[in-house]
């Protein structure tokens, strides 16, 4: 199904995952599994629409997913880290917290524990009219998507850079790798493993934020499992950010291909299960081959 608005759709669907992906990128670079990916995901969608729905101003939203998702990082990496407990352990209670919390305070605020009230989502941008034949020739292509697509792509390309030609990304993929041997060499392994799991949390926030923000309100659990889709998705790329982009815009294109399928003469139950059999299909073919950080999920 290659119709124009399934692959327009599969984008937009795909721009949350792709953030989130590149956030457990940097976290499980540096040794640290970050189950966490889901509740991080819930939370900052939550703290985008009440920041929204305060300020008025969708940019102070997308802020506000940014920190709530380094908070909830922060802890998982002072409980993982510091306190060396087990990761997976960890990241599944803050998913559990992320989802009770949110629910919980959503009633607080709004008096209702389903969803928020509806707020303004991001203006597309777009160059001055009085650029003329410029702004009428790029309009339509840059207007066309919400700000937060363009910073998802653009920050594949950073993530590239950072990891693999920075000395940052080096000691932080070292870490992974070898904390021993980081630690030797007079690099605190803590303190990369600690900024590996709060770059986590912003990306991760911020993709909670595109997808309220997208859908102009927030709705409880409406993380539904992408925090775990990416997760995969950056199994299935290799713990590379281009890979990863690619399993995101797969996984995309396949929620989209089921929001294109409700409706028709398909049953629901099977139209709704499309991208988490993707997910189960692609790791079965994919996990047995990924070779992960060496040192991942190991306390230092």
Request: net charge positive.
């Amino acid at each position: 199904m290659f119709e124009l608005a399934v692959l327009d759709s599969a984008l937009r669907m795909a721009t949350p995952l792709i953030l989130t992906a590149l956030g457990g990128l940097f976290s499980e670079r540096s040794g640290v599994v970050n189950i966490a990916l889901e509740g991080i995901l819930l939370t900052g969608a939550f703290a985008s629409i009440v920041a929204t729905f305060y300020t008025g101003d969708p940019w102070a939203g997308a802020a506000a997913g940014v920190f709530a998702g380094m908070l909830v990082s922060l802890l998982h990496a002072v409980v993982s880290i510091v306190f060396r407990a087990d990761q997976i352990v960890s990241g599944v209670a803050i998913n559990l917290l992320a989802m009770g919390a949110t629910q919980f305070l959503t009633w607080i605020i709004w008096g209702s524990s389903a969803n928020s009230p509806p707020v303004a989502g991001m203006a597309h941008w777009a160059l001055p009219e009085s650029w003329g034949a410029l702004a009428r020739a790029v309009n339509p292509v840059i207007g066309h998507y919400p700000p937060l697509v363009y910073v998802a792509l653009g920050s594949v390309a950073v993530a590239h850079v950072v990891l693999f030609r920075t000395p940052f990304g080096l000691r932080l993929r070292a870490t992974g790798e070898h904390p021993e041997a980081v630690d030797t060499l007079g690099v605190s392994v803590h303190l990369m493993r600690f900024s590996g799991v709060l770059i986590s949390g912003a990306l991760a926030g911020l993709g909670g934020a595109f997808l309220a923000l997208n859908t102009h309100q927030f709705v409880k659990n409406m993380s539904a499992g992408r925090g775990f889709i990416a997760l995969a998705a950056m199994i299935f790329g290799k713990w590379n950010p281009v890979g990863a982009l690619g399993a995101c815009l797969l996984f995309g294109y396949a929620e989209a291909v089921q929001m294109s399928l409700q409706g028709r003469n398909v049953p629901t139950q099977f139209v709704q299960m499309i991208p988490y059999v993707l997910t189960m299909v692609a790791l079965v073919g994919v996990i047995g081959r990924a070779r992960p950080p060496a040192a991942l999920g190991k306390p230092y």
